[in-house]
């Protein structure tokens, strides 16, 4: 399979702290994206990350890329509840997209 | 601005039975996309169209899948016949350029239950 792959899969974090997830794909790419899906919802784009992009900061989101060892992170900042959802990251190669297996956050108030 | 209409929200049907899922994109999107996204998985690209073209259908299964975008805007993806393995949501893209530089803007996805 050339999707990402999300780590971890689950993450339980107290509202106020950092959540951290990782995304490690296998082919280069153009570009990587994350997306948020909540429950029973259809999947909302947050940030996209050029391959020649090495860092992005969209309010609380900062992405990371590292094309060498084929991996991006997420971090969000000062979690709220509202950011209880599950995140994928996408990354797009050649007109293909491939989207990883995701990282569910729980955010307890 | 309106955003994508998927129609219907939920539909359950027998196995050997045939389905339709329409999709309406955002007004002026070249770009559509079908996803299937099984219950704890990632979603999975079925069909890439621009315009009325098709861009990619390398993982649509063509002996039964098959999907349609007349006139460039609005299209529909059926399955025919539906097997135990196919229930899942069935998302629809759509974006306004080619290639991969602009973001996706999702419908609320089909749920669909083969039983």
């Known amino acids: 399979s050339q999707q990402g792959e999300e780590d971890p899969q689950a993450l339980s974090i107290q509202e106020g702290e950092n959540a951290t997830m990782n995304c490690s794909y296998k082919?280069?790419?153009?570009?990587l994206q994350w997306y948020r899906q909540n429950s029973g919802r259809g999947l909302v784009h947050l940030i996209l990350?050029?391959?020649?992009?090495r860092e992005k900061h969209s309010g609380r989101l900062r992405v990371t890329l590292d094309t060498s060892k084929k991996s991006s992170s997420l971090l969000i900042t000062a979690s709220r509840a509202a950011d209880t959802a599950s995140y994928f990251c996408a990354t797009h190669n050649f007109n293909k997209f491939y989207f990883g297996s995701g990282t569910k956050l729980n955010v307890k108030p | 601005e309106a955003g994508v209409a998927q129609s219907p929200r939920y539909k359950i049907i027998e196995k050997r039975q045939s389905v339709a899922f329409w999709c309406n994109p955002i007004s002026g999107h070249a770009t559509l996309y079908w996803y299937q996204q099984i219950l704890g998985q990632g979603p999975k690209l079925l069909i890439q169209?621009?315009?009325?073209?098709?861009?990619?259908d390398s993982q649509l299964p063509k002996d039964r899948f098959s999907a349609e975008r007349l006139k460039g805007v609005d299209s529909t993806l059926k399955i025919q016949p539906a097997k135990l393995e196919d229930s899942a949501v069935y998302l629809c893209?759509?974006?306004?350029?080619?290639?991969?530089?602009?973001?996706?803007?999702f419908g609320p996805g089909t749920r669909l239950t083969v039983l």
């Open positions: 082919t280069s790419i153009n570009n």
């Open positions: 169209f621009q315009n009325n073209g098709v861009v990619d």
């Open positions: 990350i050029r391959s020649n992009e």
């Open positions: 893209a759509s974006k306004p350029l080619a290639g991969g530089w602009a973001e996706q803007f």
